[in-house]
């Protein structure tokens, strides 16, 4: 059993997940803000006999991620996973200047994914063990219309993550994930129109969010002395 913790567990990509790993024997500890949601994901779990706690979490704050983390390791010695996986997308067009929406993906997707790794390795140092779990998205490796921005975050997802993979001992194991057209939220918090209907047409053929958490069960389950780089998930009609 490992000692798991995931960011935005309250819906999509990070509530699948949340449930996978329970079901698989490990003992989840979920993160999000929204704490009714965070309920219904314990009793969801809890009704299928796996172990979670869960946690209001906002991962702009690096203290309250700080305490997320520590809070952990004191109630269970340890923390052997750590998956970041919050994130938001309210696509627009650049010269549409919804500037408050930049910023907040760029706290949320960038500051929040610096904020777990913050917290997380210094406990991973000390115990020469640990694994990250980015989730970044296929929007990191190309950009469209309307995606500048949260592609930018997406970027630097993967580039933070790749880059902490290059540094650290072996011993720590370091993985990204890069969903391509998941069925989730995100796209509900797109305000502009022309980026909402372009959406539509773009998310058609998605894909469910439990294809990646069964990808990062793959990474997480791997033995010691196996890496699970990079992972690319999207759908077989997404080019």
Do not use: C
């Not at 172990?51 to 269970?76: I, K, M, P, W």
């Not at 923390?79 to 994130?87: P, Q, Y």
């Not at 001992?169 to 391509?180: D, N």
């Amino acid at each position: 059993m490992k000692v798991v913790l995931i960011t935005g567990a309250s819906s999509g990509i990070g509530h699948a997940t949340a449930l996978r790993l329970a079901r698989e024997g490990h003992h989840v500890v979920a993160g999000a803000r929204r704490e009714d949601r965070l309920a219904e994901l314990a009793g969801e779990i809890r009704a299928d006999g796996g172990s979670v706690e869960t946690r209001r979490l906002d991962v702009t704050d690096r203290e309250d991620v700080a305490e997320f983390v520590d809070g952990a390791v004191e109630r269970h010695g340890r923390v052997d996973v750590f998956v970041g996986n919050a994130g938001v997308m309210p696509l627009s067009r650049m010269d549409s200047l919804l500037v408050d929406e930049w910023d907040r993906m760029i706290d949320v997707n960038v500051r929040g994914l610096l904020h777990g790794i913050a917290a997380a390795l210094p406990h991973f140092q000390r115990a020469g063990s640990g694994h990250f779990v980015t989730v970044a998205s296929i929007a990191a490796h190309a950009v469209s219309p309307t995606a500048a921005v949260y592609a930018a975050t997406k970027h630097a997802a993967w580039a933070i993550t790749e880059g902490l993979r290059q540094e650290l001992e072996p011993s720590i194991r370091v993985t990204t994930v890069s969903p391509g057209v998941v069925e989730s939220e995100l796209a509900g918090t797109i305000t502009e129109a022309g980026a909402r209907e372009r959406m539509r047409t773009y998310r058609a053929n998605a894909i469910p969010s439990d294809a990646i958490a069964e990808a990062i069960s793959y990474a997480v389950g791997q033995p010691s002395d196996v890496d699970v780089n990079e992972l690319v998930i999207r759908p077989v009609r997404q080019r």
